[in-house]
Structure formats: C-alpha cells, structure tokens
C-alpha cells in the first residue's frame, strides 16, 4: 500500500480509485490544494486578485494568456483606439472557451455577438493595462513568482526545470508574469477594493441556504510526517527512527512549520503536498490513527503514532461533525461566494461602462 495513505484502512484496488482524490481533493486557482468549498486562502492581495482574474477567464471576460491572432485581411467587425478586431479574433476568442461558432455568416448568432463583446471587454481592458506599466517592478514579480512557488511547495530550481521541460524560457514566463501582476493590481484597484459585503448580507444568505452548511457524515482533514520503517527494520532502526520522529515533533510544538519540516523529513508521497491527505471518515482510518486523531482539536498536533507503516506525527486540520456549521465557521466562505458573484458583475460595470467612456469604440457596419 502507498505510504500516502499509510493512515488509512483501505484496499490496494481502492487506494489505486481514490490515491489522486485523497492526496488532492480539489485543487485551487493558484495550484496550492484549496478546502472541500474549492477556496484557497490567499497569501496577499495580489493573490486574491489572481483567483479574480482567472475566476473571469471562466466567465469569458478577460484572457490571462492571450492569443495574438495573426494578421490577415480578416473581416473588421469592431475597433478599440483604432485596433481593428476581427472576425478570426473574435473565433479565436470563443474557441478559447469551449464556445463554437457557425461556419457561415456567424455575425448575425448570439454565439457571435457574446463573443464579440467579450473581445471587446479585453481589448478595453488590455489598453487600460498599459496605464499601469511604470507600476510594476521587479519586487513585485519576484514575490508573484514565489508565491506560485510556495502554493505548489517546490523551490525556484524545481520551478524552473519544470519551465524548461515545456520549453519555456524563464524570461518568457518572467515578462508573462509581470503582464499578469499588472493587470491583478489594476483590478485590485479599480474593482476589488470598492466592493464590500456587508455582515447583514452574508447572515441572510447563510439562514436562507442551510442546506449548503449541513454535515451529513463525520471527517477528519488530516496532515501527517511519516518516518518510516521497513518491515524487516531491526530494533537499533525503528528506535533510530522513533527518535527521528519525536525529535520532530519537539521542533513543531516548538513553533517550527508543519508544512516545512514534512516537505524536508517526511517519507510519504505527500510531503511535497506539505503533509496534507486529506479528508477522511473515521472508518477510513487504521485503529491506532482514529484513536489518537478523536482525541485531537483542530490544529492540534499528535504524540508520535507507531503502525506497521513507521512513525507518523499527524495535524488534524479541519474536522466537521455532522449537523448545521456555525455562522462563525463557514462565514469566510459565504463572503467568498459572495465577493466573487459581486466582483464578476462589478468587473462587467467598469469595462462596459467606465473603459469604454475612455476609449473609442466603434463596430463595423
């Protein structure tokens, strides 16, 4: 059985079914795992402004990635500032999100008129981008960098190989970032900070859904450093190994990152997760592991475990009970929802109302 899953009571046919599952259960905007809601708490602003703007690729308001068309004496449909947009453009931009449109006279569809404005809101937005320029420096860049690198926990030369395998350089994808830390600040600026939820809001919306904060079953999301030890290990090796252990966890009570040292120490697939398995039912877990986790608080770490599998320091990091969540654990979330639903509108409102008040927008006839 893969050490991934040591903790648990489970069958080799159903580690193979649930191993991506269990190891990354849902995986959130910026690549670091987020929480059974799919929201990934973000290290700074620009991180939150990151999860907005991907969150409008989806919606088909802004390409983070763009796709230069190439030139040709393609139909003109529209202009921004004079920059004609057409009709491959416009093709190219509903291709990018999954959206066909008809082969012949496709400018008469709403297909194409979507589309269109949708090209139209990112030529808007790009120019806009350009206000901007002088804002950015290289710190900032430096620190969007790092912050990819720590939500996935792999370091800069683990990164870059990782560029290089893609055939990326990493002065490409440098002048890639920088074009997207300018445009996270400019939302960040112009949309996110101008929009609140208040208290009353996220309470209403809480009594009205309480189906969507009901706990049907009981789960653990458990983090763990495993030391492990080899079936025919003799007695020097599982005290050497037990001492390891423990040794660990003094370092963590003593304030150490959990994430760090399992990254570092740990012998489970995991630890380049930063030690994190998941969720898991009390049933699902062997019966030296449940007993010591039911004893457990969020946040609280275990005496050292010993299994079959070696030496486990274990993290409850969230544990849910079944019934109605309180209002003050699932607040975050709601306002999250919320503040997402708002942003994507509010976005909508400053392209559509004040950019195109800045710029010379003009369709063809």
Known sequence: MGRQL???????ESLRKRNARLL?????????????RG????????????????????????VSARVDAQETLDQVVASVDGEPITVEDVREYARIRGVTLP????????????????????????????????????????????SINAQNHVSDQEFREALRQRNISYEDFRKRAREQVERMV???????EKVKIPDAEIEAYYKSHPE????????????QILIAVEPDASQKEISQARAKAQAIRARILEGENFAALAQRYSDDPSKSNGGELGWFKPDELLDEIREVVSKLNVGDISPVVQTSHGFHILKVEDHEKPGLQPLSKVRDQIEAKLMQTRLEKEFR???REDLAKRHVVEYAP
């Open 186 to 192: 400019l939302i960040q600026r112009e949309v996110r």
């Open 24 to 36: 990354y259960p849902e995986t959130g905007v910026c690549g670091k795992r987020a929480d059974r």
């Open 39 to 62: 929201l990934v708490p973000w290290p700074s602003p620009i991180c939150r402004a990151l999860a907005l703007m991907l969150s409008l690729v989806v919606f088909g308001l802004v």
């Open 349 to 351: 409102r400053w392209v």
């Open 103 to 146: 082969a012949d006279e496709p400018r008469n569809s709403p297909a194409f008129k979507e589309a269109l404005q949708g090209a139209i809101d990112e030529k808007l937005f790009d120019e806009e981008v350009k206000s901007i320029k002088g804002e950015v420096d290289d710190a900032m860049v430096d620190r969007y960098i790092q």
């Open 212 to 223: 969507e904060f009901t706990v049907k079953e009981e789960r653990y999301q458990i983090a």
């Open 6 to 12: 040591a903790i648990a009571r489970i069958s080799r």
